[in-house]
């Protein structure tokens, strides 16, 4: 088993981390105005989006976060945890899967556990399991980035 990193601890990059290693980012709180912004820039203009009315009426507690969004901004936490410090270059995702929704006022973070590590001429390829969390502890979106 590996170590687990907090973010308000230490701050370590992944390329410096073991298999089976962890970090949790801090949190942040999602705005309406980051739901809003969120889906106009990405062209995702679907009513439970934009509308509280409309959420409701959708069977949504009410307006919601796009998904892609709720991952920009956990992607943003990592970025900013120094996690992703070192990385050279993003290779993809696999296995992404969005399981619950985000609302405005919920707070977000990411954990990564690190699952493969090998040196390869260019650095360190890494490959890293991660979830999102809300205030409440549930996965609300989980992947696996190489």
């Not at 705005?31 to 995702?44: C, K, Q, V």
Request: proline share 2%; charged share 25%; hydrophobic share 35%.
């Amino acid at each position: 088993m590996g170590t687990h990193y907090v973010e308000d601890d230490w701050r370590k990059p992944i390329q410096k981390m073991e298999v089976g290693d962890k970090t949790t980012t801090k949190a942040r709180i999602v705005s309406r105005t980051d739901i809003e912004m969120g889906a106009l820039m990405g062209g995702d203009y679907a009513a439970q989006f934009l509308s509280e009315k409309a959420a409701q009426e959708s069977g949504w507690k009410s307006q919601l976060l796009p998904g892609v969004c709720s991952l920009n901004i956990a992607y943003g936490l990592l970025i900013q945890s120094g996690f992703l410090s070192d990385v050279i270059a993003y290779i993809g995702t696999d296995n992404l899967r969005f399981h619950a929704p985000v609302y405005a006022d919920d707070s977000i973070r990411m954990e990564a556990e690190i699952t493969s590590k090998k040196k390869t001429g260019k650095g360190w390829m890494c490959e890293y399991d991660w979830k999102i969390r809300n205030q409440d502890q549930v996965a609300v979106a989980s992947g696996h980035n190489i």
